[in-house]
């Protein structure tokens, strides 16, 4: 039986909560904050125990606290209680109350700035001068995967961060470097919220102009289908000087990064080696990437010739839903990492490299999405398709490397390195789509079988 039912129960239908399907049992609730409101906000850290290995992780979990039912929030119902301090109360999970999260906001703006606040149990941080609108409403993001953010009107936005891992947040601690600094690629941070070692969240400023990258790039794909007799530089929705100007921006925040984090090097061969090891646990448990074995190995063995590579703090997770293009430029947002890492691996100097490559792979399945979209009848129209999806990816990317290093060409090393990191992250791929999407398994096999062909046309 749990330990704690009514949390389990709500975690089973929550679309941030990393267990679902798997059996799993809330162990430990500790309460590390109460703010009084009104109405009265609980925080709540939720331990789950996983029955396989027995694996735990934290999650976060506010709580606003009504003495009746509120029929406004019933969806975010979580359950009822007597408490010693507060009496019986419905407990609604807080991001999607109105009033709960005003609460958050009204405790921001009486944080002084640049400087901190204790409140209910919480630290509430400012960075900068902006003055917080404590009139706007605020609205609940839907399609959050990991995390809850809520708007405030046009003016900001608060994260909350659902899975909590002691120690300083990346996203946080990387707006703040890039806030301070000007850097105007990144939403500026207006602060954030720590309970001791952990960070809870932190309020930033809203895009509200600004478009998913993503979104975008995937109408340029339509446009371009639309046009059957043109090819991707002639279609009115190129998006060739988005790309360029993206790697620009990418450019410039990996640049700011260098100044502020550490930078060292690492062995080549060990990253090769890293490499090869991946490999070889994918094509155990995926036979579809046997035939690839010579390409692979080839890539990594030029890697290995390098002798050293630069590292650096990256993005970590970078791909076309990691952009949003605002009417002054690009922005690049959620900086916390590949989420299956630890939070000690994500915080390590690495190659800026991965970065570029995760841009590059995202391209081509933004082709590669829409063609499957479509449903040719023949097997001409199949090619022909493509044939254009492929000119579409091959366009942007070049776009993207060109920005990225300043319009010139790229060096051997770099495109040994470029080769590399794609190999990488295609492999990577390959195992995903084998374990959730197994139709999509041909569009990074097929990127693995280009890569050796690109590199020969980049080097020549």
Do not use: C
């Not at 080549?268 to 995926?286: G, H, I, L």
């Not at 570029?356 to 022909?384: H, I, N, W």
């Amino acid at each position: 039986m749990s330990q704690h039912p009514q949390m389990t129960e709500y975690l089973a239908g929550a679309r941030w909560f990393a267990g679902k399907g798997r059996d799993y049992d809330v162990v430990d609730v500790q309460r590390v904050a109460t703010l009084p409101g009104p109405p009265t906000v609980t925080i709540d850290i939720l331990t789950v125990r996983y029955a396989a290995g027995g694996v735990e992780e934290r999650y976060q979990m506010p709580l606003s606290h009504y003495p009746e039912e509120q029929e406004r929030i019933g969806h975010a119902h979580v359950g009822t209680a007597t408490h010693d301090d507060l009496g019986f109360t419905h407990a609604y999970d807080a991001v999607h109350d109105r009033e709960a999260m005003a609460v958050y906001l009204d405790a921001f703006a009486a944080t002084p700035d640049d400087s901190t606040r204790e409140y209910g149990g919480l630290t509430f941080h400012r960075v900068g001068g902006h003055v917080l609108d404590t009139q706007a409403h605020s609205t609940l993001f839907s399609g959050e995967q990991s995390n809850s953010s809520v708007a405030f009107g046009e003016d900001s936005l608060l994260k909350v961060f659902r899975k909590v891992t002691s120690g300083r947040n990346p996203d946080i601690e990387i707006h703040k470097v890039l806030t301070e600094a000007e850097n105007h690629n990144v939403a500026s941070l207006y602060g954030w919220i720590e309970a001791g070692e952990d960070d809870l969240g932190m309020i930033q400023q809203f895009l509200r102009t600004a478009s998913d990258g993503w979104d975008l790039a995937l109408a340029s794909v339509r446009n371009l289908f639309a046009e059957a007799d043109l090819h991707a530089a002639e279609v009115g929705g190129d998006f060739a000087g988005e790309a360029e100007r993206l790697g620009g921006a990418v450019a410039d925040v990996h640049a700011i990064l260098r100044e502020h984090f550490p930078t060292g090097t690492v062995d080549a061969s060990s990253v090769a080696s890293r490499m090869r090891e991946q490999y070889d646990r994918w094509r155990v448990q995926v036979p579809a990437l046997e035939p690839y074995a010579a390409i692979v190995n080839a890539i990594f063995d030029r890697l290995e010739g390098l002798g050293t590579e630069v590292v650096q703090r990256v993005h970590g997770d970078l791909h076309l839903g990691q952009t949003l293009r605002t009417s002054v430029g690009w922005k690049l947002v959620d900086f916390e990492g590949e989420p299956a890492k630890s939070l000690s691996e994500r915080v390590l100097p690495d190659s800026p490299w991965r970065d570029v490559a995760g841009m590059l792979r995202s391209f081509d399945y933004a082709a590669r999405s829409v063609e499957k979209d479509f449903a040719p009848v023949t097997k001409d129209q199949s090619e022909q398709l493509a044939f254009r999806s492929a000119e579409w990816a091959a366009r942007n990317r070049d776009a993207f490397l060109s920005g990225y290093v300043g319009g010139r060409r790229l060096s051997p090393e770099e495109t040994v390195l470029v080769a590399a990191y794609e190999a990488d992250k295609a492999i990577y791929e390959v195992g995903y789509e084998a374990r959730n999407r197994p139709a999509w398994i041909e569009i990074p096999l097929a990127a693995l079988a280009n890569l050796d062909e690109q590199q020969a046309e980049e080097t020549t």
